[in-house]
Each structure stands twice: as structure tokens, then as C-alpha cells.
């Protein structure tokens, strides 16, 4: 970023010209400028209307926090965003008001307040994402690519100079950003998966010990009829640790694959690993020659299910239903692998 000479400067230098040039005025005149600009830009004043969703900027950041973290407190909500105590007790009263959090003790610390979302609250939380990320992709799609990587280094480069910590948002430099692996299942992989779909579906949507029922015989009777010519299971890995897993397997009827049991670790969120892996399983299915895909998921899996859809499935039918111990809304999803990809 450049500063603007002052146009009485004894130095005669021009605008953009060195530091030592510089006057502070000037410089102050032209950091309000950008942020006015940028404010202005990505619409910080009027949010809402800007991503078309009912969040102020302070909201969604709350929502951000709180769905990119296995566990959050009331106070590390006030610490990391420098939110008044009574001003974020207000707003986390009306997101429990709208069920999208509940609020409990915090079991390392019981004078502390566990905030977890629903899963109409990750529902909200996975929407704006996909907002913002449509809209900061807007800004930078119509730039080259030499112009990109001046922007992005620009931006680097102002975070750094003025104080930015990554590590004291939760973020990671972009050098040390974790890679991503996909590979097929190992010995041990299988067991990983039921307690790991057990334990994630009991604390975010409630699920009891039928669905670790379920998934055990699912994960059991692709062992015992395992072929790998139909069948497969992927773990991803995020910088070398399980972060996820989906399968493929023969739904039954003739050309007919089904997606199963579709897991993301909550700590690897926000990496594309669903993304990555329902891929892997329709490329599979096709490369095997089967005509179609299908799976069965229910209707408060909202991140899952806009994955999905971006993979071409579209929901067919939907159920209500009474399993693992919730009130639910089963859908049958579908896609065609006929003519497709090709």
C-alpha cells in the first residue's frame, strides 16, 4: 500500500514515494480512506443485505467462532472478539431464543458457560460461510493472476504491520496451512468410523446408542461382503490425522452405488474434506460402471446436504421419521452417472 505525498512537501518527492517522505497527517488521511473503501466494499455497515441473511457482521462473526471450534465459552467468545460481557450476553440470549445455540456448564470449569450450536445453528453458520466465501470470491474474480497475488500479498503485508496475530484468532499462517490426503481404508479405519459417527451425531444432533447400532452393521457388513471391484471406503487426513470418511458400496439393486456414512472431524471443517470425499465416492461409482448413485440422510444435516447438491444428487423424497432418539425428516437423494463427467 502507498501513501499520498502531501502537496506541500519539502522533499518534492512523488506521490508513492518513500517512507522517509512521508507526512503522518497524509498517512492517517490515507488509512481512513481505505478503510472507508473497504468498509464500504465488502458491505460492513450493512451486512444483512449485503450476503442476503438476518446476521449483523457482529453475528455472523459470532456464528463463524462458534462453528470453527469443538469448544467454546462464553468468555473466549468476549476475549477473541473484544465483545461487551452484557452486549454478547443480549446476543447469545436471542440466537438460544431462535434455536441455534444451547447453553450449558462447561464441563472443565463449571463457572464458565458452554456455547454449542444446534444444528439449525450450523445450518446458518455453513450458509453464511457459503455467502461470504461467494462474495470475497466475487471481488477477486474478475483480477488476473499477477494482480491476485499482489492483492493477497498486499493484504499479508498490512495484517503483519500492524499487529495481526494469527495464532490469537485461531488461525494458521498461511506457510503452515495443513494439507490434505485422501487414501482408502487401512486396518482399524473401520472401527474409527463407527465411534467416531457414534460420538460427533450424539453431541451435535443428539443421536443415542441406536445410530452406533446402525453404523456398526453397516461398517460390518461391508467387511464381511467387501469387493473391491463395487466397494470402497476413503479416510481423509489432515496433516497426517484422520479428519474423515465416506464409503461407496452396492446399494442392492443392479448399477445401483450408494454413499455412506459421510463424517467430517469438526476441528477440520471449512478444508473441503466433504467435499473432497463424496468427489472420490462418485468418481469411484462411475469409473465402475454403475448408472447411478443414491443415499438416504436427514434434513437437519444442512452442511452435508449442500454438498450434495453441488455433486449433482437431487433430493427425490422426504419422510418423517422417529429414530435415535429424535423427531426427524428422512430424504432420499439421487444422481444419474449416465453420460455424466464425461
Same mark, same amino acid.
Given at each position: 500500500m @502507498?501513501?499520498?505525498?502531501?502537496s506541500?512537501?519539502?522533499?518534492?518527492?512523488?506521490?508513492?514515494?518513500?517512507?522517509?517522505?512521508?507526512?503522518?497527517?497524509?498517512?492517517?488521511?490515507?488509512?481512513?480512506?481505505?478503510? *472507508?473503501?473497504?468498509?464500504?466494499?465488502?458491505?460492513?455497515?450493512?451486512?444483512?443485505?449485503?450476503?442476503? @441473511?438476518?446476521? /449483523?457482521?457482529?453475528?455472523?462473526?459470532?456464528?463463524?467462532?462458534?462453528?470453527?471450534?469443538?469448544?467454546?465459552?462464553?468468555?473466549?467468545?468476549?476475549?477473541?472478539?473484544?465483545?461487551?460481557?452484557?452486549?454478547?450476553?443480549?446476543?447469545?440470549?436471542?440466537?438460544?431464543? +431462535?434455536e441455534?445455540?444451547?447453553?450449558?456448564?462447561?464441563?472443565?470449569?463449571?463457572?464458565?458457560?458452554?456455547? /454449542?450450536?444446534?444444528?439449525?445453528g450450523?445450518?446458518?453458520a455453513?450458509?453464511?460461510?457459503?455467502?461470504?466465501?461467494?462474495?470475497?470470491g466475487?471481488?477477486?474474480?474478475?483480477?488476473?493472476?499477477?494482480?491476485?497475488?499482489?492483492?493477497?500479498?498486499?493484504?499479508?503485508?498490512? *495484517?503483519?504491520?500492524?499487529?495481526?496475530?494469527?495464532?490469537? @484468532?485461531?488461525?494458521?499462517?498461511?506457510?503452515?496451512?495443513?494439507?490434505?490426503?485422501?487414501? /482408502?481404508? +487401512?486396518?482399524?479405519? $473401520?472401527?474409527w468410523?463407527?465411534?467416531?459417527?457414534?460420538? $460427533?451425531?450424539?453431541?451435535?444432533?443428539?443421536?443415542d446408542?441406536?445410530?452406533?447400532?446402525?453404523?456398526?452393521?453397516?461398517?460390518?457388513?461391508?467387511?464381511?461382503?467387501?469387493?473391491?471391484?463395487?466397494?470402497?471406503?476413503?479416510?481423509?487426513?489432515?496433516?497426517g490425522?484422520?479428519?474423515?470418511?465416506?464409503?461407496?458400496?452396492?446399494?442392492?439393486?443392479?448399477?445401483?452405488?450408494?454413499?455412506?456414512?459421510?463424517?467430517?472431524?469438526?476441528?477440520?471443517?471449512?478444508?473441503?474434506?466433504?467435499? =473432497?470425499?463424496?468427489?472420490?465416492?462418485?468418481?469411484?461409482?462411475?469409473?465402475?460402471?454403475?448408472?447411478?448413485?443414491?443415499?438416504? @440422510?436427514?434434513?437437519?444435516?444442512?452442511?452435508?446436504?449442500?454438498?450434495?447438491?453441488?455433486?449433482?444428487?437431487?433430493?427425490?423424497s422426504?419422510?418423517?421419521?422417529?429414530?435415535?432418539? =429424535?423427531?426427524?425428516?428422512?430424504?432420499?437423494?439421487?444422481?444419474?452417472?449416465?453420460?455424466?463427467?464425461?
Open positions: @502507498t501513501t499520498e505525498a502531501p506541500d512537501a519539502r522533499s518534492g518527492s512523488a506521490p508513492g514515494g518513500s517512507a522517509a517522505a512521508s507526512d503522518p497527517g497524509a498517512d492517517v488521511r490515507e488509512l481512513r480512506r481505505f478503510n *472507508r473503501f473497504y468498509t464500504n466494499l465488502i458491505g460492513a455497515l450493512d451486512y444483512g443485505r449485503h450476503l442476503y @441473511t438476518p446476521f /449483523t457482521l457482529t453475528e455472523a462473526r459470532v456464528l463463524y467462532e462458534l462453528a470453527h471450534q469443538e469448544r467454546v465459552d462464553a468468555a473466549d467468545l468476549r476475549a477473541s472478539l473484544s465483545l461487551d460481557a452484557g452486549y454478547l450476553s443480549r446476543l447469545l440470549g436471542k440466537f438460544e431464543d +431462535r441455534l445455540i444451547s447453553r450449558g456448564r462447561s464441563a472443565q470449569d463449571p463457572r464458565r458457560q458452554r456455547i /454449542t450450536l444446534t444444528g439449525d450450523r445450518e446458518a455453513g450458509l453464511l460461510e457459503e455467502r461470504s466465501q461467494e462474495a470475497a466475487s471481488l477477486l474474480r474478475h483480477l488476473p493472476a499477477a494482480d491476485r497475488a499482489r492483492l493477497v500479498d498486499a493484504m499479508r503485508t498490512i *495484517r503483519a504491520l500492524l499487529g495481526d496475530d494469527p495464532a490469537a @484468532t485461531g488461525e494458521a499462517p498461511p506457510a503452515a496451512s495443513p494439507t490434505v490426503t485422501l487414501r /482408502t481404508a +487401512r486396518p482399524g479405519d $473401520l472401527g468410523m463407527v465411534e467416531r459417527n457414534a460420538a $460427533l451425531y450424539a453431541a451435535e444432533y443428539g443421536f446408542l441406536s445410530y452406533e447400532a446402525l453404523v456398526a452393521r453397516i461398517v460390518a457388513e461391508y467387511a464381511e461382503a467387501f469387493d473391491p471391484r463395487w466397494d470402497r471406503t476413503w479416510v481423509a487426513e489432515l496433516a490425522a484422520r479428519a474423515g470418511a465416506v464409503m461407496c458400496v452396492r446399494d442392492g439393486r443392479p448399477g445401483v452405488a450408494r454413499l455412506r456414512l459421510l463424517l467430517v472431524e469438526p476441528s477440520a471443517r471449512g478444508h473441503g474434506i466433504g467435499r =473432497q470425499l463424496v468427489d472420490a465416492c462418485v468418481d469411484f461409482a462411475r469409473d465402475a460402471g454403475y448408472e447411478e448413485m443414491v443415499l438416504w @440422510t436427514n434434513s437437519v444435516l444442512g452442511a452435508a446436504r449442500r454438498i450434495y447438491r453441488r455433486a449433482g444428487f437431487e433430493l427425490v422426504e419422510t418423517p421419521h422417529h429414530s435415535f432418539g =429424535q423427531d426427524l425428516v428422512g430424504q432420499d437423494w439421487r444422481l444419474s452417472l449416465r453420460g455424466a463427467g464425461t
